[in-house]
Each structure stands twice: as C-alpha cells, then as structure tokens.
C-alpha cells in the first residue's frame, strides 16, 4: 500500500522558513516524479512545483519561483519542500503527490497517490 506522509508544517512569522518533508513508502520513490501543491482555505488545490525522477531540474509556480526550493534523497525515500521569506498568501495545507509519469504535471490528474497534507500558517 502506498502511503505519502507530510511533515514539518507549522506557524510562522512572514519573512520566516520552513521545510516540509513527503516520505513515501509502498512504491518505487526514485521512479516517482513528485509534486507540492497546496490548498488555502476556500480556494483550489494549486500546483507548487515538482521534480521528476529522472535527473532534471525542479518547476516551480511563478508564486513559488526564487523563494521556494523542491529536492528529493532517494535514499530516504523523502521529498523536500523548502521554504523562504514565506508570506501570509503562502498559508494553505501543502500535499505531496506522487506520479509514476516523467512528465511533471501541473494538474491534479497527473498524480495517483496524494499525501494528507500538513498547515502552513504565516502570520504578518
């Protein structure tokens, strides 16, 4: 059974960092391309940006560009979120999604295995 667990959510101060974590057991992680999306209150599940699994650079939202930073240890089996200068419009509950496509879509249909999530808040 794939599980994808989110970790490293919190309260923060604008201006603050955080990294969130995705480990992922019960598929083959280092042939997964892997995604962050993020959902705000009453608003859409948005894509933040993905890696995929073989070898090219991250793509991120223009939200997310220069701020944001996606890595993955397939050692670990574990994906990375990292997150500066973090701003109150960045609040949301951030998932991870998991795809066994190369192709990193920006979509909700291109991933088969989503993560429950984990809260960001970033107070101003």
């Known amino acids: 059974q794939v599980h994808l667990v989110e970790s490293g959510g919190g309260l923060v101060q604008a201006g603050d960092s955080l990294r969130l974590s995705c480990e992922v057991s019960?598929?083959?992680?280092?042939?997964?391309?892997m995604a962050w999306f993020r959902q705000a209150p009453g608003k859409e599940r948005e894509f933040v940006g993905g890696?995929?699994?073989?070898?090219?650079?991250?793509v991120y939202t223009d939200s997310a560009k220069g701020r944001f930073t996606i890595s993955r240890d397939n050692a670990k089996n574990t994906l990375y979120l990292q997150m500066n200068s973090l701003k109150p419009e960045d609040t949301a509950v951030y998932y991870c999604?998991?795809?066994?496509?190369?192709?990193?879509?920006?979509?909700?249909?291109?991933?088969?295995?989503w993560g429950q999530g984990t809260q960001v808040t970033v107070s101003s």
């Open positions: 999604a998991a795809s066994k496509s190369i192709a990193i879509v920006r979509q909700l249909y291109g991933y088969d295995s």
């Open positions: 019960g598929r083959t992680f280092s042939r997964s391309t």
């Open positions: 890696i995929n699994w073989i070898g090219g650079s991250p």
